[in-house]
């Protein structure tokens, strides 16, 4: 069994300042780990993905995660917050496995003020 | 850049009624899903699906639930007797290899129950 949980419904940073979106997860085996970002309206675009490879992962928009094992997290960042990341963003865990399901976190709604 | 097309974004229908959700997947691939969000919740896995049969299914995919690949391009949810609880954001996504590292979602049909 899977299971991801997201710290911070809500997280609300200034134009500029770093962001820190936090993701735990449970896998029984080697996770697959990834972050989406959901704007409003709009489906479910894929911001970066673990897989098994390097443990930094950067994805797109200036966005990078780190898979840590020994804390079971792979926890979001950014250095510097733009106006245009004001979105829902969801960390999700797959086994990697032929057919797996992604299971998704609550989400957390990041807010950016200016 | 390809896309998973999902019609009608918007679809509203009466309680009891049958509706289905419409999805073009990215036409080489050859792993299909449906995941759906109801509002204020997180997205959940309902289906997957793989050479014309279903792959596994979460324990929201019920009697009333189906899906299809009609024709090789189009991949249809059919819910065959709406309940209100099915209000939510339905996604079809896509992916050319077994595993979840390339899935692509379509930007979603809502679909609100009456």
Redesign the interface.
């Known amino acids: 069994a899977q299971s991801v949980t997201q710290l911070g419904s809500h997280v609300s940073v200034s134009e500029g300042a770093l962001v820190l979106l936090r993701c735990n997860y449970s896998s029984s085996v080697p996770p697959?780990l990834?972050w989406?970002v959901q704007y409003p309206n709009?489906?479910?675009?894929?911001l970066l993905?673990y897989?098994s490879a390097a443990t930094l992962v950067k994805g797109i928009n200036g966005f990078e995660a780190e898979f840590k094992k020994s804390e079971t997290s792979f926890h979001l960042t950014k250095p510097s917050a733009h106006m245009s990341d004001a979105a829902e963003y969801?960390c999700?865990v797959?086994s990697?496995?032929?057919?797996?399901?992604?299971?998704?976190?609550?989400?957390t709604q990041l807010t950016v003020n200016p | 850049e390809p896309e998973v097309t999902q019609t009608p974004s918007h679809q509203v229908t009466q309680m009891g009624q049958e509706v289905i959700l419409r999805c073009v997947p990215i036409s080489n691939h050859l792993?299909f899903?449906w995941?759906r969000q109801i509002l204020g919740?997180?997205?959940?896995?309902l289906v997957?699906f793989?050479n014309n049969e279903i792959?596994?299914k979460?324990e929201i995919f019920d009697d009333q639930f189906s899906v299809e690949r009609p024709d090789g391009s189009n991949f249809t949810l059919k819910i065959r007797s709406t309940k209100l609880e099915d209000s939510a954001m339905y996604?079809c996504a896509s992916s050319v290899v077994?595993?979840?590292?390339k899935?692509?979602?379509?930007?979603?049909t809502q679909l609100s129950v009456l």
């Open positions: 697959y990834f989406y709009q489906g479910l675009q894929l993905k897989t969801f999700a797959s990697g496995t032929s057919g797996s399901r992604l299971t998704f976190g609550e989400g | 792993y899903y995941y919740q997180k997205v959940e896995f997957s793989y792959s596994e979460s996604f077994s595993t979840n590292e899935l692509l979602f379509g930007s979603g």
